[in-house]
């Protein structure tokens, strides 16, 4: 936690002197930078002060996320923090968020956990109080904020040492109770690193979490910190969106402000824009001659808007490009009968493709293959009694008959040894 210090008296006397008259009787305005409100909290039995920075919004009264930042008080970080935010989305670089800092009346209280370590218990008179600050914010701090200002249900949270702890034990304990979770150089060594050990477990019990969660690590915190991101590594649940930065060009006490710069730009940065969807999209697959030569087969994609394998059609037209018409919606790779009555080619059922048989007017569709993967790129036999195909993602030729009967493997092409440069 950063303190700012007041000018010694001495220092306002020399100030004083040695203005000018017509300065020193000028009249001084107040500087105002947002609002500060007090609650009169139930849960911990005392008066807590909140000091909130708006910044500018595209949109005026347009309602704004929420970061909640203990450590919150003027004389705390709520000032550099808060200029943090007033520059990242002026400059574009961060989302506005509306900016929640509650300052601290017993810090060490509030921001730790139960302990069984004893040096532990000798920082403070009281310790381990996260529980109640929890509920104080869950159940009386949030519900306020939304009483009196416009928001969006999307939150966040950052702090700093004992706050950074408080942050990756909400995680770890609580992680509904937020959305985004930002902690630099957390104090992770609270009771004998108690919340490292139990993290797997934690973590290994809600499979389904989505959540984001940004630490960093000084030089002074980084050894506990990689300790942490090590069970990150190992346990987190395929939603949490989580990333570990190393500052070891940092000191416990200059950390918060520049790791602070990168994870406001990292994780509360402004959505990309979303990519224009193409007008029309055409493509073209394959292209088979019939055995006769007077007519061609060809797989063809015409279609608006975003890319969708339905919209495949196979066409036939005459050998000099006269008279093409679609034969099969939804199909691909195409080929014609040794007696060009009918053609092969894979079709769409139910996000797998499949291989049918048609008559070269489009009636008479017939259903080949019926099983998991997709089935692709056929090919009759010049007897016209068996078809290869391929399975994707396979090196392996099938082949069965023309009615979909006896699959049977022909080649396994892993099999065959490297012949080197021909």
């Known amino acids: 936690m950063t303190r700012f210090h007041s000018l010694q008296p001495a220092l306002l006397l020399l100030l004083f002197v040695f203005l000018p ?9 107040p500087l105002v930078i947002g609002e500060t409100f007090t609650i009169q909290s139930k849960i911990l039995n005392e008066t807590r002060r909140i000091n ?3 910044p500018p919004a595209p949109a005026a ?3 704004l996320p929420v970061l909640y930042m203990p450590d ?10 808060a200029g943090l935010v007033q520059v990242s989305v002026g400059n574009g670089t961060m989302r506005p968020f509306l900016l929640v800092g509650i300052e601290n009346t017993e810090r060490r209280r509030d921001m730790t956990g139960p302990t069984d370590n004893a040096e532990d218990k000798k920082i403070a008179p009281r310790v381990g109080g996260s529980a109640p600050f929890r509920k104080f914010l869950r159940e009386e701090l949030m519900p306020e904020v939304k009483r009196r200002y416009r928001t969006t249900p999307e939150t966040a949270i950052v702090g700093e040492s004992l706050a950074g702890l408080f942050v990756i034990e909400t995680f770890l304990l609580e992680p509904d109770l937020f959305d985004t979770y930002i902690a630099f150089d957390p104090s992770l060594w609270w009771n004998d690193e108690k919340l490292i050990k139990d993290a797997a477990g934690r973590l290994r019990s809600r499979p389904d979490l989505k959540k984001t969660l940004y630490f960093a690590g000084s030089a002074d915190m980084g050894p506990v910190a990689q300790r942490f991101a090590e069970v990150l590594g190992n346990n987190a649940p395929r939603g949490v969106d989580w990333h570990y930065e190393q500052m070891p060009e940092e000191k416990h006490s200059t950390i918060y402000h520049p790791a602070a710069l990168r994870a ?9 824009p979303a990519a224009e969807e193409p007008k029309h999209q055409l493509y073209m697959q394959d292209v088979a001659w019939s055995p006769d030569g007077r007519r061609i087969a060809f797989s063809r994609y015409s279609a608006d808007g975003p890319f969708d394998n339905k919209n495949w059609k196979i066409w036939i037209a005459d050998r000099d490009g006269s008279h093409p018409r679609p034969v099969l919606d939804g199909a691909v790779y195409t080929s014609f009968s040794p007696d060009g009555q009918r053609l092969v080619a894979g079709r769409l059922f139910d996000g797998d493709w499949e291989l049918v048989t048609v008559r070269a007017d489009g009636s008479d569709l ?33 082949r069965m008959g023309v009615n979909g009967q006896g699959v049977t493997k022909l080649l396994d092409t892993a099999t065959i040894p490297d012949a080197g440069r021909i």
């Open 21 to 29: 008259p017509a300065q020193a009787a000028e009249t001084a305005s």
């Open 52 to 54: 909130v920075y708006r």
């Open 61 to 63: 009264g347009e309602p």
């Open 72 to 81: 919150g008080g003027m004389a705390e970080d709520f000032l550099h923090v």
């Open 264 to 272: 406001f730009r990292a994780v509360l940065k402004p959505a990309a």
């Open 366 to 398: 017939r259903r080949l293959t019926r099983r998991a993967g997709e089935d692709e790129v056929p090919s009759w036999a010049p007897d016209g009694k068996e078809i290869l195909f391929l399975i994707q993602g396979t090196p392996v030729i099938q």
